[in-house]
Every structure is written in structure tokens, then in C-alpha cells.
């Protein structure tokens, strides 16, 4: 259940919760009759060079005006994590660790990177526990050093991207993630 608001103060005497997702299962709202275009997005976004080109792309300085964080290529980026859950993982992990190496000199990196962040996170909610533990065994280290070696111009990003990840019905992203620093802290 992640509605904070329902047993705050009394519970109601019926309330529906979906499962958690296991390794078998899959998301039950694609339609059959879309299979054929899933797969056809799915072959497309699981390729390097995919994400070798998007990411370029959505890195790069805007020519006009102050640059802040996008909530809807966050968003983005959660549709497809949570369409595609897990698959592209693997591809995208290259490009997070680059964005990182990047961030320190360049704000529109740190953007982006934060952006990528946001959404992976938001879109893994329905995945399975063992998938989730791989994802946070990879970000939780490079939330925290994006945080420690955030400088003023990029700090706003971060603040962005913990604003979009802590919403409502994700209470268990706050948990999960101080649990994970103090395993990391008292290593």
C-alpha cells in the first residue's frame, strides 16, 4: 500500500492493494493486441545506441533561457521504466555512470542525470524486490556522491530530483534510500 493518507487516523473497513511484484510477473495493463509495438519499442530502447543518442541529446545545453529540470522527460523516463521495467537497465547504467563523471563541470550533465535519476527510480515502484535491490545497489551510491559534490549552480537540480521522487505515493523511496546510506555510512 503506498496511500499514506488512508489509516492516518482510522482505517476503512475494505481496502484494495496490488501485490507486490516477483520475478515472473508482468505488468497486467499491456493489451494483447499491442504486443507486436512493445516489443518493436522495447527492441528499440534496449540498444546502446539508443541511449548513446538520447542521452546526448537530452544533455545538451539549452540555447535559450535558465535550464531547469524537466518533470515531463523525468516522467519520460519513468514510462519507460515502468513499461520496460528492468530491461533497460543494463544500457542505461554506462550513460548514469558518464552523466556522473560529467556533472561536476557541466550543469546541463548534472540536469540531465538527475532527470534520468528521477524517472528510473519512480518507474521501478511495481518491480520486483530482487530487481529493486540491483537498482538501488547502483544508484544509492551515486545519489550520494552526486549530493556531495553538488556546487551551488547544480544543487537546484538535486533538490528538483528529490522533489519529484518524494512524492506522496512514494514514501518508501525515503525509507529505503536512508536504509541503504546507513548500510553504506557503517560499512
Known sequence: MDD??????C????????????AGTTLPYIDPTSIDALDCITTTICTKEYWENFVKYISMEVSRGEETFENLTARFYKGIFQLLEYRPLEMVKPFI??????SIRDKSKCRALCELLAGL???????????LEFMWVFVVPIIIRGLNEATPETMPYWNAFLKFVCVSEMH???LFFFYRLFIICSA
Not at 482505517?11 to 516477483?22: A, F, I, L, N, Q
Not at 555512470?97 to 560529467?102: C, T
Request: charged share 20%.
Open 4 to 9: 499514506i493518507s488512508v489509516g492516518y487516523y
Open 11 to 22: 482505517w476503512p473497513e475494505k481496502y484494495t492493494v496490488y501485490s507486490p511484484g516477483t
Open 97 to 102: 555512470q558518464d552523466l556522473l563523471e560529467q
Open 121 to 131: 527510480i519512480r518507474g521501478s515502484k511495481h518491480w520486483c524486490a530482487e530487481k
Open 172 to 174: 518508501f523511496f525515503i
